[in-house]
């Protein structure tokens, strides 16, 4: 039986890591599903890891269908999540809702939206309307043009206290699970002990309910530079399972971000 969300919820609680991977076909879910691994992300990295573009935005509704429904078919334990495509969900919530509602079809159990404050009554729509739906806040990929490159959120007190504001208010608004990306370990740790939602962090310190990564990095398959908070698990590793088992066991056991993949509060000078 497919992990609920009131399974992980519960986990979180009872102070239990989640670990999740970014997925994207049915062959690499078999091997997810049999490391461990809590949550699969059909996520937009989808255009750079797969389809080798620069960013995400190009990465369409139909093709997102498309994954969750290899993913989907190839496990049957872990939770699926997938990310909304840009342009699929900021016009209206009734767009949001109609496209959610396309990727639940396909397999999803829930949907993940990029933003902040802005999303809070998209967010209460959809799930007033039955749509799970995982909040992404820091540094959210598909504003990167916005925010002038792939750059840290939260430092300052005044840009931290924003982001605990914006997820103390998505997580009223119903949000089932807040996922922060690229912010100072102590931010994310404020905005873990504000919300009731269980926390992800990719590059967002040890002190949060799991841990996220692409797939693709964790394996060493992605070519260029990589993030800081990114680990290969491939090294010292016989097999792929045996890199994807290394991450789950070390997010398990809180090895996993080490200092050395955090981001200080303050930008190095």
Do not use: W
């Amino acid at each position: 039986m497919r992990t609920s969300i009131t399974q992980l919820q519960k986990q979180a609680s009872a102070g239990e890591k989640l670990a999740m991977l970014t997925c994207y076909d049915a062959s690499f879910a078999v091997l997810c599903e049999a490391a461990g691994t809590d949550i699969l992300l059909i996520g937009d990295s989808l255009g750079m890891v797969i389809q080798g573009r620069e960013t995400t935005h190009a990465v369409t509704l139909a093709e997102t269908e498309y994954h969750v429904a290899c993913v989907a078919r190839g496990c049957s334990k872990p939770f699926i999540l997938a990310d909304m495509p840009f342009g699929s969900f900021q016009e209206s919530k009734e767009q949001a809702f109609r496209n959610a509602a396309r990727l639940i079809a396909a397999g999803a159990q829930m949907v993940k939206l990029e933003g902040g404050a802005h999303m809070v009554e998209t967010t209460r729509f959809l799930v007033d309307r039955g749509v799970p739906v995982c909040s992404h806040i820091g540094l959210t990929p598909q504003s990167v043009y916005t925010f002038g490159g792939f750059k840290v959120q939260g430092r300052g007190e005044e840009a931290a206290a924003r982001l605990v504001a914006e997820a103390k208010l998505l997580d009223e608004a119903g949000s089932g699970m807040i996922l922060m990306e690229a912010v100072p370990s102590d931010v994310a740790a404020r905005v873990t002990a504000a919300v009731k939602a269980p926390t992800i962090g990719i590059g967002a310190g040890l002190d949060v309910s799991g841990q996220v990564l692409v797939l693709y990095d964790i394996l060493d398959l992605y070519p260029g530079k990589k993030a800081r908070f990114v680990k290969n698990f491939m090294a010292g590793a016989t097999s792929v399972q045996g890199a994807i088992e290394a991450y789950v066991k070390a997010v398990k056991a809180k090895t996993f971000p080490g200092p050395e993949h955090q981001f200080p509060a303050e930008a190095p000078k």
